[in-house]
């Protein structure tokens, strides 16, 4: 397992995020955290540009898997239930744990895996440690917690060097 904080690619959004292109690279599955990154912090259930997209990306072989760390259990467990995808919650990323049953669930491999997710020290450090391509979006929503604004900030320089990777594509 290795250790970066270096995002294999930084979007503006899950929305630029491309099935046929994942699927190119040969990724069959796309683990996604969920606030910040999918939808807003608090927001119940998801909308319809999310659940286009998730149609897309399934579409391009590519299938969405709800992998959080939400301390609401039955946040995560409804969401996804809503949105017709597998989910694990209490996740505990960045350990390994959460991402070896998402894929052992899913029948899924390493190099068949990516993780899409907003923040350096859960999302993306434990996709590089596990090996899966590491995808990282801007926050959706930065507003409510102070704490957010601070650890931004610190994973800036991370997200640079990803958006340089990200353009290299």
Request: charged share 25%.
């Amino acid at each position: 397992m290795s250790f970066s904080l270096i995002p294999d690619g930084v979007y503006p959004s899950i929305y630029q995020i491309d099935g046929p292109a994942l699927n190119r690279r040969g990724i069959t599955l796309l683990l996604a955290d969920l606030d910040n990154t999918l939808a807003k912090y608090g927001q119940p259930e998801p909308d319809q540009d999310l659940r286009a997209w998730k149609d897309a990306l399934a579409a391009a072989g590519v299938e969405l898997f709800l992998l959080s760390n939400s301390r609401k259990p039955r946040r995560a467990e409804h969401f996804a239930r809503v949105l017709g995808i597998p989910f694990l919650g209490h996740a505990g990323k960045p350990k390994s744990g959460g991402f070896l049953k998402a894929m052992a669930q899913m029948g899924r491999t390493p190099a068949q895996t990516a993780m899409v997710g907003d923040q350096i020290f859960t999302d993306i450090l434990g996709a590089k440690r596990m090996g899966v391509l590491a995808l990282m979006v801007e926050p959706i929503q930065l507003a409510g917690n102070p704490g957010r604004y601070l650890r931004y900030a610190v994973e800036e320089p991370f997200r640079a060097l990803g958006r340089r990777r990200t353009r290299k594509e």
